[in-house]
DNA sequence: GTTAGCACTCTCGCCTTGTGAGTGCTAACG
DNA sequence: CGTTAGCACTCACAAGGCGAGAGTGCTAAC
C-alpha cells in the first residue's frame, strides 16, 4: 500500500479537525467539510488504509478516527520541512501579526533585564498559545569570570557578586568569623579581579589561591568561602533557574479531564530537575528550523506520554544559551507552536544582536 | 437553645470525621465510633439541634450533616484558645518531633540565604501537610539604604547591588550612554555610599543629587538612573516576590474533583497579586497565637470561598516580615496546618536571633 | 476507482428500579 | 424530662434496559 498525496492530505484534514475538536473525526466529517470531491465511501476506504498503516486509529468501533503519534510525526515532519523552505524564502513567517508583535514587545521591554525577560517570556507564550511554558535560564558551557565584587552585609556577612562574562549575575552572602572593613573588602575586591579575571574552573589555580591568601592574610575563611563560591557559578546548572507559567492551562483539555492524569502531571512540572531534562533531552530533531519536537510516546518521561513538547534554544552569547517550551497535549496546534517559538528565538537573538552593535 | 458541651462534642466529632474522609457523616457513625454512652437517636436529636442553628448542615435529606463554616469557626476558635494556652505552659507545642524537626532542619540549613528559606520553606510545608504553601518575599515598611556598589557590566551597561539595612539584596542593570571606568566606578560607589547610607526614600534630597552629579559630571544619565533605582528598591512591594509549592495537592482532594473548580483556583494561585492580597488580607485574627484562620465564605476571594486559609507572619528584623500561608479545602486539618505554622514562625525567629547573637 | 446502500456495532444519554444510608417523628421507658 | 427503640419516609446512587445516532465495513452497481 502507497501512501500517496491523497491519503496525507486526508490525515491532515483528521489532524486538523482533531486539533479543533478533541472529537474523533468520522469519513462524513470529511466529505462534507472539506471539499474534496470525494464521497465519505471513498474517504472510508482511505481512512481504513492509513489505519491499517498506523497514521490514525479507532477509538472503538462506531467512533470516527483518531490521529496516532505515528500520524502526528508524519504531520510535524512535512509542517518543518515547509517552514524550513518557506523560511528561506522569508513570506510565511511574518504574517501572524498581531500575537507575534506582543511577543515582540515583551521581548524588547525585558531584554536588560534577563531574569525579567525569561519569565514573561514564559507569561506571554502560555497567554498566547494557550498551553504551558517552559524556560530555562541561559546557562553557559564553559563560563569564565567577569568581575567580582565584595560588599559588606553586616558584622560578620558579607555579599559576594560574581559577573560572568556571559553576563550572569549571582549573589551569595557568605559568612566568616573575621571580615575586613568596608575599604579593606574594596581592595579585596580589586586583587579577587586582578587575579581570577577571565579565569575558569580550571583557572582557579591553587597558585592563584596562593597569593591571595597571603596578601590577605587573617581572612583565609573568608577567601577560601569566595572561591568555593566562584567556582560553584562557573559550574552552574546546579541552580538554573526553570520558569513555568500556565500550568492551569492543562486542566482545559478535555483529555485531562480525568485529573488523576492532570495530577501526574502536574506534580512533573513542579520540579526542576525533571523539566531541565525535559529541555536538555534530544534537543534538534529538525535542525533547519531550530525546532524540535517530541511527540507522546517518543516522550522518555512517562508522565508526558499523552503530551507532546515543542521546543527550541536561545542564545545569549556565544554558547550561553536556554531552552524554551511549549508543553501541549498531543492534539496541539504544533504550526502555532512552531510559530510562536520560531519568532521567539528570532526576536530574542535580533534584540540581543541590537544590543552588542550599541554596545560597540 | 443552649450550646452546651455536648453539642460541641459532638460538632467536633463530626468535624474530625469530615475532615478524614470528605464524606457527610451520619449519627450511627458517631454513636458507635466515638463512645458516648448515647445511641444513635440522641445524637440525631443533638444533630438537629446543631443544624438549626447553623453549625452543621446537610448535603440532601438523607445524607449525614457536614459542618458549615460557621462551625469550623467555632471548632477553630476553640483550638486556637487551647493552644494560646498550651503555649504558656508550653507543653502541647513540642510533640509531633519528626516533622517539626524536618522543618527545623530546612530553616536551619537556610537560614543564611533568604530567597532559599522562603522557597524551601514552602517546599517542606506542601510536602508535610499535602496542602499548598504560599510564602511572601519578606518586605519592610520603612526600609533603608545599607549599601550600594556599582560594577561594570560591559561598555555600556553598569551592575548595581542595593543592599538595604534589612539585608534585602536587589541587582539592577542599567544601561547609560556613557559609564565609567573600574576605579571611577569604585570612587562613584564609594560617594554613593557616604551620601546615602541610612536613606529613607525621602532622604533620597534634590541636595544630595546635586553633589553627586557635580561631582560626577558627565555621568549624569547614569547617576539618575541609579538614583531611581535606588528608590524603587526602597518603596518595594511592587517587585515582592511570593513562592508557591504544593498547588498540585489541590488536586487530589475530592471537592476538586471537578476541575472547573480547580481551573478557577489555579488561575488566582498563578497570580502573584492574588497570593500577595491573600497573605496581606485581615492578618491577625487570633493575636495571641500569631495564626490566623480564614474559613471558606469569609474569604473576600471568590475563587476561594470553597478553601480555607491558615496563615502567620515571619519577622526577618525589625519591621521586616513576610507572610506565609497554608491554603487548602475547608475541609482542612486545621490542628496541624496551625502546628506546623506556629513551630515555622518560631523557628525562622529564633535561628534569626542565634545569627544575631553570633554577630555581636 | 468511485459511489450508493445497507446491515452492523458501539457509545451515550435517558429512564427505571432497587438498595442503602440516614433522617424525623412518635411512643415508650427509667 | 432526657433517652431510646422502632418505623416510615426521603433521597442519592448504581445497575440495567432501551432507543437514538454516529460511524464503520462490505457488497454490488456505476
Tied chains: 1, 2.
Excluded: W
Excluded at 467539510?33 to 474517504?43: P, R
Excluded at 500575537?99 to 514573561?120: G, K, P, S, T
Amino acid at each position: 500500500m502507497e501512501l500517496n498525496e491523497r491519503k496525507i492530505r486526508i490525515l491532515e484534514y483528521i489532524i486538523n479537525d482533531y486539533i479543533a475538536t478533541a472529537e474523533p473525526v468520522g469519513s462524513r466529517t470529511i466529505a462534507k467539510k472539506y471539499d474534496m470531491g470525494l464521497s465519505s465511501a471513498t474517504i472510508r476506504n482511505e481512512m481504513s488504509d492509513l489505519e491499517e498503516m498506523g497514521y490514525i486509529l479507532a477509538p472503538h468501533a462506531s467512533a470516527g478516527r483518531v490521529p496516532s503519534d505515528m500520524g502526528y510525526r508524519l504531520f510535524v515532519d512535512r509542517l518543518l520541512r515547509r517552514r524550513a523552505q518557506a523560511q528561506h524564502q522569508d513570506d510565511v513567517l511574518n504574517r501572524e501579526t498581531d500575537a507575534l508583535r506582543f511577543l515582540e514587545r515583551v521581548i524588547a521591554r525585558n531584554i536588560n533585564q534577563i531574569d525579567y525577560l525569561m519569565r514573561e517570556t514564559a507569561k506571554a507564550i502560555s497567554l498566547l498559545t494557550k498551553y504551558t511554558a517552559v524556560v530555562s535560564e541561559a546557562v553557559s558551557a564553559g563560563d569564565r569570570v567577569g568581575r567580582l565584587q565584595l560588599m559588606p552585609l553586616d558584622e560578620n556577612c558579607v555579599l559576594l557578586v560574581t559577573v560572568t562574562v556571559s553576563r550572569k549575575v549571582k549573589n551569595h552572602s557568605i559568612r566568616a568569623v573575621s571580615i575586613p572593613g568596608y575599604e579593606e573588602l574594596i581592595n579585596m575586591s580589586r586583587a579577587l579581579n586582578t587575579e581570577l579575571i577571565d579565569a575558569t574552573p580550571a583557572g582557579l589555580t591553587p597558585a592563584a589561591k596562593k597569593r591571595l591568601k597571603t596578601a590577605f592574610t587573617g581572612y583565609e575563611p573568608l577567601l577560601t568561602a569566595v572561591l568555593s563560591a566562584v567556582t560553584g557559578v562557573l559550574n552552574d546548572g546546579a541552580d538554573q533557574q526553570v520558569y513555568t507559567s500556565g500550568i492551569k492551562n492543562i486542566l482545559a483539555f478535555p483529555e485531562f479531564y480525568d485529573n488523576s492524569k492532570a495530577r501526574a502531571l502536574f506534580e512533573a512540572l513542579e520540579e526542576r530537575d525533571y523539566l531541565k531534562l525535559l529541555l536538555e533531552e534530544s534537543a534538534g530533531r529538525n535542525a533547519a528550523t531550530d525546532v524540535s519536537v517530541v511527540i507522546g510516546q517518543e516522550n522518555a518521561l512517562l508522565e508526558l506520554r499523552d503530551c507532546s513538547i515543542v521546543k527550541t534554544t536561545y542564545r545569549l552569547d556565544g554558547d550561553v544559551s536556554g531552552g524554551i517550551a511549549i508543553i501541549g497535549p498531543t492534539r496541539m496546534d504544533y504550526s502555532q507552536a512552531v510559530s510562536v517559538l520560531q519568532s521567539m528565538a528570532k526576536h530574542i537573538n535580533s534584540a540581543l544582536r541590537a544590543l552588542e552593535e550599541g554596545k560597540d
